[in-house]
């Protein structure tokens, strides 16, 4: 374990002590990839409250929680799906999605995936996230989870209640896809920046190598 994960780790271990300036820490390195993740599921408008009652039910039960960094992702992950699970039930509706197809669009990512950075430098972060939403949902959220939020395989088909197999599946069509999309916009006008030659490509193999990995 090294860097980020080794730094996050023992900012969880103080958290569990009762340590306020470790919890803020943890705050501040999960907080922007969890409320990412929770704007896939629920209306923008909506998604900073159900971020906030996420980390209120973290807050109180970090003290029984036991594990590293990624565990600890795929834990707060699942809280957070829960709350806007349950928000969604309370109002309800489904999921946000692509008004294309509501059954298999989910809605777009957030900026700020470490992974895609490269890609929104230079096309626009508005644009990336009107290719992302035009992904199957399925495919969609194991990107989110497995690239932004971070999660391993394991990690997150537990959040999703799959199989690892299938979230690895899903997150490998997914960045095909996007790299396809991506590939498509080279050279585009319409007012939008064209990426570099090869961006969407480079960047996509990045996000493979991630997966790879686990």
Known sequence: MQGEDAE?????????EGDECA??????????????YVRTLVPDADAEDIASEAWLQIARDID????DADRFRGWTARIARN???DHIRARGRRPVSSPVDD????AVLPAGSDTFDEALESIGTGHTMALISRLPRDQAE?????????LDAKGAAQVLGKRPGAVRTAAHRGLRKLAELLDGEEGAG????????GTARSVTEKARRTLRET
Do not use: Q, S
């Not at 194991?142 to 971070?150: H, K």
């Open 8 to 16: 996050l780790t023992a900012a969880v271990r103080a958290a569990r």
């Open 23 to 36: 919890f803020r820490t943890v705050y501040r390195a999960v907080h922007p990839r969890l409320l990412g």
């Open 64 to 67: 029984r929680f036991d594990g």
């Open 83 to 85: 709350r806007a699970l």
């Open 103 to 106: 059954d298999n669009e989910l």
């Open 142 to 150: 194991a990107v989110v989870l497995r690239v932004v939020v971070g």
């Open 190 to 197: 319409d007012g939008v920046p064209a990426p570099r030659a």
